[in-house]
């Protein structure tokens, strides 16, 4: 949207109110403005998401460790298993 084309509407309205005023747009502008609420959804659901993220601190090498230690211990209970 062009600055010449906004505007500041200091007005106090309702959610019908709202859905009123859009039902009356012509089909360019409802298009336009489902492009906007569209865009403010995504970028609203990729703040939620990525404020919900963690750093993850563990290296590669933490990583390593584990996977060795958690194969050692499989390969001891199937060793075990298979000598019952």
Do not use: G, W
């Amino acid at each position: 949207m062009s600055q010449s084309q906004s505007f500041v509407y200091p007005l106090s309205l309702n959610f019908n109110q709202v859905v009123d005023i859009v039902l009356h747009l012509p089909p360019r502008r409802k298009i336009e403005l489902s492009r906007v609420l569209e865009k403010d959804a995504i970028e609203s659901r990729t703040a939620a998401i990525l404020s919900s993220v963690k750093d993850n601190s563990i290296s590669h090498a933490d990583i390593l460790t584990e996977c060795r230690q958690a194969r050692k211990t499989i390969a001891r209970k199937t060793r075990h298993a298979n000598n019952r």
